[in-house]
């Protein structure tokens, strides 16, 4: 994200799209609260009436998968009236010619018909982001997870750049980051395309600089994604190493994930509890625990964060670092490190944006990168008076329409994702007791309406069948989802969620369309 | 209201500072209870609660910020030997706290002592606090407490017109993330099973929480026992002001019983108390009563 | 008492928590007052995250499959069945065969290690996690 959690609490106008961040990020939420409490507007766009609709000023329930009309229609409006910030587009953004060329076939009318929300309400929304002092964009999986996902996060940095909104305290873009240490991974390139600190792996210079560092020669061509390494499994992927990631519930159509898990000649799963994805293994390493570890996380505000040993590993279990030492030597490596630390000064070293980061700093209230060198206060927020590309640029995000929609067959919109008591595939919180208290089972929000049609009440079963396949779930009836669409949360192995997405990807990102697949609904007679 | 209400306090703060690791230095000298807990400037000036054991600790004991003490001195009796003795430093509402479980058998009174520290006015004004001081004053000097009806945030909830303050009430309560930390956080809050885990009363795996059942079951239960250490509330992410949730309350306790809750260790409140033993100041045993005996 | 200080393990705000351990067990989670993000505030699961860490169902040894089953077998012959099989692939195959999928639950420094023994062990940039998803 582009600045602070904190500085949340001073924006004038916040905008969510596609983030149930009082579920999924409550404390977040409460910072988005604090701006509201001090008068500032917060609008939320998203299909479902969800907990963060509930309290906002305005809510959009949008049409699933229109999010780029919705923006481009408000581009068009801010600038057809004036609204946009003409210095700073001027000054610090190229690109501005084909940003308006865009718009011009987006008419608010058109963009009103497509995202089924009226004109009136477009300009409004429109006009209170553009006119407020500083207003901040929020946003989660309900715009990533999507084919078009790259392209709808492009639509919201133009939007943000067209109104001035960056490189401001209160400004900014937030992407909420969904996993403790998803940003770490990251920034550490366990990415295939880059090394440590966002170094491109097919550029010649830092390649070099890695094979001296590491003392092996390295591949110059980028690797395969996490979706494509467990599609090709068992052609072009025939060993894979798998550490604390359970592909087989969190990845789409796990009917195929499962076939080509099964299909590896080798696989390795480091993990602290049997996963799903781990009873395909081979081979299966014992792992730490958080509180079993000493090292870093980097949260959503890229904080480096110290993460501090509290008790032993159970039985022979041994802490992750321990076990990529013991694997990293057994292949003929220098993996020598007596400490976590050494390996932050490996890090600090090879990549330019982490240079000031040590231990000592980080032990009061962690350091956000970039941290060039250890004098630097580290960066609370980016883009102040330049991008990194030194101009912005205006990038035209081509909408397409979701790649399965609802038919004859398959009526009804499916989209999934998390709900407040539990989190992922529910490895760990669904063995916390207090948590699974909360919710035990697996269930699907449904339209009282939808219900009515086909003959069910609350806590009744439904067989939800897509073109990949079907589960059986208990019914939540509810009005916080419109009619025709249902939600299904993908924390429950007993139901799979993700039996039934669809694993088109987006072209760039490679993210699944997980928001928004084609679904037919029955009731299921209880014998 | 009692109790000692002084001019601004006289002590400076490093002066009080010092004056308690006399005392706690004494307790452990004297091996009057076998820890202290208080809270500890460590390595790179992190501050945290620490059980004190040893004289070469007491350099890094601090007195602020305020963190309520009461449930966790509780947990940690609970989880020590019997024989363990605790001491702790106590703010006004940490020391009405432990009275309070005294009363309720979740600490006994032998294996707990009190280092009684006042609150600074900044504080009280901070906390709305009407007692900012312990019953027992073992260093520095009480301030007066402050009327939390003055204040312009209760107000806006407790006052005025109804239909204005049930939208403001319902606008807050609506945030509620269900994150239990206002119950976790209250050292009153001891009910095993809890209430609010009862599906009866609170719908399992949804936000927000039911109002009603939700924030007014624990209103309720607190309304004779709470402490008004503000731990609820300083423990809520969305901002609910919870403490105001009890204001009223306490306010009809204190003018129709002339009863504080955690001031006295032993006096029961009198809504749950023994009403034959201790008849208010001019009033009778409600009729109802009798009909229980039946 | 031991009060350690540390980072949440669920989402990514990151909440600074207070384990409490007594006798080698985390017995109870408390919010960290001195978190510049979270400021002594958690949700439900960051109350709770102390639930998970002793479960029963925990890994303790190394497994080795046997037929339909999973036997234990000791950490040297663990990693040395890892290595021989994936280097064994990555000769056979070439280095592109294998791939590893690293966590975003697991720290930087793990990370770290993870991709370098990916890209120095076996010659490839296969190396990814669940970003995505």
Known sequence: MT??????????????????????HPIIMGEIYKAAEKGGTIIVVDPRRTAVAENAHIHLSIEPGTDIPLLAGMMRYIIDEGFYDREFVDARVDGFDDLKEFVAEWSVERAAEECRIPAAVIRNVARIYAEAAESAIVYCMGITQHACGSAN????CDLAMLCGHVGTEHSGIYPLRGQNNVQGACDMGALPNVYPGYQDVSDHAIKAKFEGAWGRELSGSPGLTVTEMIRSAGREIRGLFIMAENPALSDPDVTHVAQSLASLDFLVVQDIFMTETAKFAHLVLPGGSFA???????NTERRFQLVRKAVEPPGNAKDDFSILCLLGTAAGLDFSYTDPRDVMTE???????????TYERLERQGLQWPCPHEEHPGTPYLHKGRFTRGKGLFVVPRHTPPQEMPDDEYPFYLSTGRMFAHYHTGTMTRRSPFLNRETEMAYAEMNPLDALGIGVGEGDTIRISTRRGSIIVAVRVTCRIASGSIFVPFHFTEARANVLTNPVLDPQAKTPEFKVCAARLEKVIDR | MGGIICAETVTGIETMVEETKKLVQKFLAERESDGILGLRKGDWNIIQPHVFTLPEELDALVLDPKWPFAKLAMQILRTAPKEYRLAVICRGCDERAIFELFKRNQIEENRIQIIGIPCSSEQARLCLCERPYPTKLDVGDAVPGVDPFEDAGVKELLMGDDTRRMKRWAQVLKRCIKCYGCRNSCPICVCEPCKLENEVWVRRGSIPTEILSFHLIRAFHLSDSCVACGACQEACPVGIPLQSLQLSMRRALRERYDYIPGCDPVKKSPILGDFVDEPEKDRSIPEWVNTLRE | MNLVRTICPYCGTGCGLLLRVVDG???????????????????IKGWTAHEFIHHPDRLTSPLVKKGDS????????????????????????GGDAVGGLSSAKCTNEENYLFQKMIRAGFHTNNVDHCARL
């Open chain 3, 25 to 43: 067990t985390a017995v109870a989670t408390y919010p960290d007052r001195e978190h510049p993000v979270a400021r002594g505030h958690l949700c």
């Open chain 1, 347 to 357: 890090i600090a070293r090879c990549a330019p944006a982490y240079g000031g980061v």
């Open chain 1, 153 to 156: 996060v492009t639509a919201l």
């Open chain 1, 3 to 24: 600045n602070s959690i904190t500085d949340l609490a001073g924006s004038e106008c916040i905008f969510i799209i596609g983030s149930n961040a009082a579920e999924s």
């Open chain 3, 70 to 93: 999973f036997k234990e077998i000791s950490w040297d012959d663990a990693i040395k069945l890892a290595m021989d099989q994936l280097l064994g692939i990555a000769g056979k195959y």
């Open chain 1, 292 to 298: 079993e570890k000493t090292g870093t996380f980097t």
